[in-house]
């Protein structure tokens, strides 16, 4: 058998996925017969190039030289039928169908393009057309390869009509389940049947699988040409759950094929303000102007309350901002009610995490964190911010600087000056006489200095804050020291009123 012939066996045999190449060879016996159809010698010299481009897989050249081979006799069967094999050697099954259709009606007996039209009609699932070729090739005088093909077909295509009445009986008594089964079965053979994919994705809607539905829909759309109604079902269906940027996008496809399309249109106003306030809420969140984020986020609550994936985003989002803006008590109520919806959801415990840090609610904190470890270990911003609460949960059990002013950890400097210098006032050790009071007061006055002075610096106070105290000699190698080892002759002199503002204050202690 020459090299070339065995070639197109094979690429047939990929194109109607039969392992037997003695099937494919079935189709070639009108190659060799060129000369009988009177054709032209340029027509000739076409055929037998494009012949030889296919056998060496130049599909797009050989496609070239059959188009010219047509063009230069539109009665050459050959033509078509080669023509047909590169379209489906190309995916291209829409192509090849009037090109088979064409070589039927030029030359009725040709059983090889039957075979090949009723392969493809099965495929599409036009059951009764690829029966009507499978039964005319048995008619035909077929070989015996034909023969058996067309036999086999015609029972496999009986099968396909047995499945889809289950399946249609199934869909009608609202078994769902019963009628994917049997849709799955026929799907596996009718693979280009758009309405077969249309109906297992309403299958697939009623079972509550959205996603699944979305699949056979997006077949379906470039199976079926000007496919309207499935670009707005998976428009819907992305909005559903919550992709407003895809459903977007799936509408505007409707509207393109469609501008006038009710539906579609008033889908696409409704997406469109959405996405208008959600991208404009994400931006300020970008800007970091939560205030504002959040109100954009409750305004999209109000345009889309009937759909629970909109809320539920936004507010994810609004526990966001409100912990970012340091706003814990209300992030701590918001982020509890996303997570009564979504216990797993990662952001709202990393979120919810941040703002008990800011509570000094620790426990709580590595609490979250951890949970969130859970469902994504491999997150850098978790682990780190377990490892600070952590750290600061640790700290908290020895000296708390934010405590000894009694200011919130997230305290302005301002506030941290004012705070500092009432206690300084009312602990200075000149203010006692008796020895007990005035040794306490030495101890309380240090502490407050420390405080101030670690927490006034915006270096010393990130480390604090981050759970490391940068006047411990423990936690600090090689330099600092303890502040509450300093004795009170080291901050003699020192007036602990002339920092953080414009004033200047002397007191006179009897």
């Given at each position: 058998?020459?090299?070339?012939?065995?070639?197109?066996?094979?690429?047939?045999c990929?194109?109607f996925?039969?392992?037997?190449t003695?099937?494919?060879?079935?189709?070639?016996?009108?190659?060799?017969?060129?000369?009988e159809?009177?054709?032209?010698?340029?027509?000739?010299?076409?055929?037998?190039?494009?012949?030889?481009?296919l056998?060496?897989?130049q599909?797009?050249?050989?496609?070239s030289?059959?188009h010219?081979?047509?063009?230069?006799?539109p009665?050459n069967y050959i033509?078509?039928?080669?023509?047909?094999t590169?379209?489906?050697?190309?995916?291209k099954?829409k192509?090849?169908?009037?090109?088979l259709?064409?070589?039927?009606?030029?030359?009725m007996?040709f059983?090889a393009?039957?075979?090949?039209r009723?392969?493809?009609?099965?495929?599409?699932?036009?059951?009764?057309?690829?029966?009507?070729d499978?039964?005319?090739?048995?008619?035909?005088?077929?070989?015996?390869?034909?023969?058996?093909?067309?036999?086999?077909?015609?029972?496999?295509?009986?099968?396909?009509?047995r499945?889809?009445?289950?399946?249609?009986?199934?869909?009608e008594?609202?078994?769902?389940?019963?009628?994917?089964?049997?849709?799955d079965?026929?799907?596996e053979?009718?693979?280009?049947?758009?309405?077969l994919?249309?109906?297992?994705?309403?299958?697939?809607?009623?079972?509550?699988?959205?996603?699944?539905?979305?699949?056979?829909?997006?077949?379906?759309?470039?199976?079926?040409?000007?496919?309207?109604?499935?670009?707005?079902?998976?428009s819907?269906?992305?909005?559903?759950l919550?992709?407003?940027?895809?459903?977007l996008s799936?509408?505007?496809?409707?509207?393109?094929?469609?501008q006038?399309?009710?539906?579609?249109?008033?889908?696409?106003?409704q997406?469109?303000?959405?996405?208008?306030?959600?991208?404009?809420?994400?931006?300020?969140?970008?800007?970091?102007?939560?205030t504002?984020?959040?109100s954009?986020?409750?305004?999209?609550?109000?345009?889309?309350p009937?759909?629970s994936e909109?809320?539920?985003?936004?507010?994810e989002?609004?526990?966001?901002?409100y912990?970012?803006?340091e706003k814990?008590?209300e992030?701590?109520?918001?982020?509890?009610e996303?997570?009564?919806?979504?216990?797993?959801n990662?952001?709202?415990?990393?979120?919810?995490?941040?703002?008990?840090?800011?509570?000094?609610?620790?426990?709580?904190?590595?609490?979250?964190?951890?949970?969130?470890?859970?469902?994504?270990e491999?997150?850098?911003?978790?682990?780190?911010?377990?490892?600070?609460?952590?750290?600061?949960?640790?700290?908290?059990?020895?000296?708390?600087?934010?405590?000894i002013?009694?200011?919130?950890r997230n305290a302005?400097?301002?506030?941290?000056?004012?705070?500092?210098?009432?206690?300084a006032?009312?602990w200075?050790p000149?203010?006692?006489?008796?020895e007990?009071?005035?040794?306490?007061?030495e101890?309380?006055?240090?502490?407050?200095?420390?405080?101030?002075?670690?927490?006034?610096d915006?270096?010393?106070?990130?480390?604090?804050?981050?759970?490391?105290?940068?006047l411990?000699?423990?936690t600090?190698?090689?330099?600092g020291?303890?502040?509450?080892?300093r004795?009170?002759?080291s901050?003699?002199?020192?007036?602990?009123?002339?920092?953080g503002?414009?004033?200047?204050?002397k007191?006179?202690?009897?």
């Amino acid at each position: 058998m020459p090299v070339e012939r065995m070639l197109l066996a094979w690429l047939l045999c990929e194109i109607f996925e039969d392992n037997d190449t003695s099937h494919a060879l079935i189709y070639f016996h009108p190659f060799e017969n060129g000369a009988e159809c009177g054709v032209n010698a340029d027509v000739e010299k076409h055929l037998e190039l494009g012949k030889k481009l296919l056998a060496a897989g130049q599909l797009a050249d050989a496609l070239s030289q059959f188009h010219a081979a047509v063009d230069g006799d539109p009665d050459n069967y050959i033509a078509y039928y080669r023509r047909a094999t590169v379209f489906l050697a190309m995916g291209k099954s829409k192509a090849a169908l009037p090109d088979l259709t064409k070589v039927i009606e030029l030359k009725m007996d040709f059983t090889a393009a039957r075979l090949q039209r009723g392969h493809l009609l099965l495929k599409q699932g036009k059951l009764d057309e690829a029966e009507d070729d499978f039964k005319k090739v048995l008619k035909s005088n077929p070989s015996e390869n034909e023969e058996k093909e067309a036999q086999a077909q015609l029972i496999k295509s009986d099968e396909m009509q047995r499945l889809h009445s289950q399946a249609l009986d199934a869909f009608e008594s609202s078994d769902y389940t019963a009628a994917i089964t049997f849709l799955d079965k026929i799907l596996e053979v009718c693979v280009w049947d758009a309405e077969l994919r249309e109906l297992r994705a309403e299958c697939f809607i009623k079972e509550g699988e959205p996603r699944k539905a979305i699949s056979d829909l997006k077949a379906a759309s470039k199976l079926k040409n000007d496919n309207t109604e499935a670009f707005y079902k998976i428009s819907t269906l992305y909005y559903q759950l919550g992709d407003h940027e895809l459903s977007l996008s799936e509408v505007r496809e409707c509207l393109k094929l469609d501008q006038d399309h009710k539906r579609c249109f008033a889908h696409y106003k409704q997406v469109k303000k959405l996405n208008k306030l959600i991208e404009s809420a994400e931006e300020l969140i970008r800007d970091g102007r939560y205030t504002e984020a959040t109100s954009k986020y409750e305004s999209v609550m109000k345009t889309e309350p009937s759909v629970s994936e909109y809320t539920i985003r936004s507010k994810e989002r609004i526990c966001h901002c409100y912990s970012k803006d340091e706003k814990p008590v209300e992030a701590i109520r918001v982020c509890s009610e996303v997570l009564q919806m979504e216990p797993d959801n990662v952001n709202a415990l990393k979120d919810r995490a941040e703002a008990y840090l800011i509570e000094e609610m620790y426990d709580e904190a590595i609490q979250d964190y951890e949970t969130a470890q859970e469902h994504n270990e491999n997150d850098q911003q978790i682990r780190e911010g377990l490892e600070k609460a952590q750290r600061l949960l640790k700290q908290s059990q020895k000296r708390d600087y934010y405590k000894i002013l009694g200011v919130k950890r997230n305290a302005k400097k301002q506030e941290i000056i004012k705070a500092y210098r009432k206690l300084a006032l009312q602990w200075h050790p000149d203010n006692f006489q008796n020895e007990e009071e005035k040794k306490k007061a030495e101890k309380k006055f240090i502490d407050i200095a420390a405080a101030k002075e670690v927490l006034s610096d915006p270096e010393m106070r990130k480390k604090f804050d981050d759970g490391e105290d940068p006047l411990d000699a423990e936690t600090q190698q090689g330099g600092g020291g303890n502040p509450f080892h300093r004795s009170w002759n080291s901050w003699q002199g020192f007036n602990p009123f002339s920092s953080g503002g414009p004033f200047r204050f002397k007191f006179h202690f009897n």
